[in-house]
Every structure is written in C-alpha cells, then in structure tokens.
C-alpha cells in the first residue's frame, strides 16, 4: 500500500509582511511545495486581517495541508506591536481551525534550535541550514518566507504546543537517540 505524502503549512505571522512554507514529507523525503510570503502593505488592519484570513483558507483548498505550524510572536518592547502581531497570529489560527486543521504553535527559539541546533542563530543561518535540510535554490527574497519554511520543518520534526482536538496539550518527546536516528543528515559525528 502507498503512504501519501504528510503536508505542513508552516507560517510566520505579520501585519506587513507574513511568510508562509508549504512541505511535503513522504518517509524520510522533505520536498518544498512552496514559499512565499503575503505582502500586506499599508492598508486598513482590520483590511490586512481579512486578506490574512483569505490567502490561508485559499492556501489550504489548493495545497491540502494536514496540519498548520505557526510561529508564536515573540516579546517585545512596543506593546501595540505585540498586540497586532497576535491578531495576525489569531486570524490565521482561525482560518486553519475553520477548515479543520490541527494547529501546532512553536516559539521563535525552538524553531532556531530545531533546525541550527542554536536557538539564538540569526536568520541567514537558518537559512543556510534549510538550505542544507531541502532542496531550495539559491535565492531568498524575504526572511519571512524562509522563517515560515523553518516553522513547517520544525514541526515536522516534532514537540509543539498543539491546539484543536488536544488544545493546550504537549506532544511527547522523543528520546535524543530517536531524533538523531531518524534525522542522521542533522547529527554530526
């Protein structure tokens, strides 16, 4: 019997700029379906909500995610920021809830340390380390998109805070030995 390949929408919430990442993992295979980012420019907020809304249930109907992965907004120092980043945050959960997708939330640190193995390693080092992981190209025009692409990974390789059928409950961990079993292009010796 033929396994069908395991799709994750991976986003990277923002009221400006918000980067989505589309894999497909079949087995031990991660094949990059798409990543781009959604340019929401100076409109209106609640306008930008809406299209946030609209381009993640127009994602989902043409790609078929099983499961979304979102970035958690980091803390900062301007609280109006914050609170508009979590809205993007929330209206993009919503949308992915409303077609019935489980959505798994992982902080900005874990997605670092999941793909670089540094939570701290800044943007051009998780994408060289993506570009070590799946086959990209060379070219990246926004950090968002490739932000998005690390969220998706992430939770591919496991350990988020999951929402929906399970809300607020925490995957299992896997022993060290497993991850480095099934992932030995991450390990070096």
Known sequence: ???????????????????????????????????????????DMFERLRIIHESINSLIREHGPHEMAIEAPFFGKNV??????????????????????????YSPKKVK??????????????????????????????????DALAVALCHHFGNGIRTGPSLGKKKPKTAWADFMRDNPQRVSR
Request: glycine residues 12%; proline residues 4%.
């Open 1 to 43: 019997m033929l396994q069908s390949p395991k799709i994750i929408l991976g986003i990277d919430p923002g009221t400006v700029i918000m980067g989505y990442g589309i894999i497909s993992v079949k087995g031990r295979e991660i094949k990059l379906v798409r990543m781009d980012v959604l340019k929401l420019g100076r409109k």
């Open 80 to 105: 109006q920021s914050m609170l508009k980043l979590g809205r993007a945050q929330g209206v993009a959960i919503a949308a992915a809830m409303q077609c019935g997708l489980p959505v798994t939330e």
């Open 113 to 146: 340390q999941s793909i670089t193995g540094n939570g701290n390693a800044n943007k051009e080092k998780v994408w060289m380390m993506l570009q070590q992981l799946i086959p990209l190209g060379d070219t990246l025009k926004y950090y968002d998109a490739s």
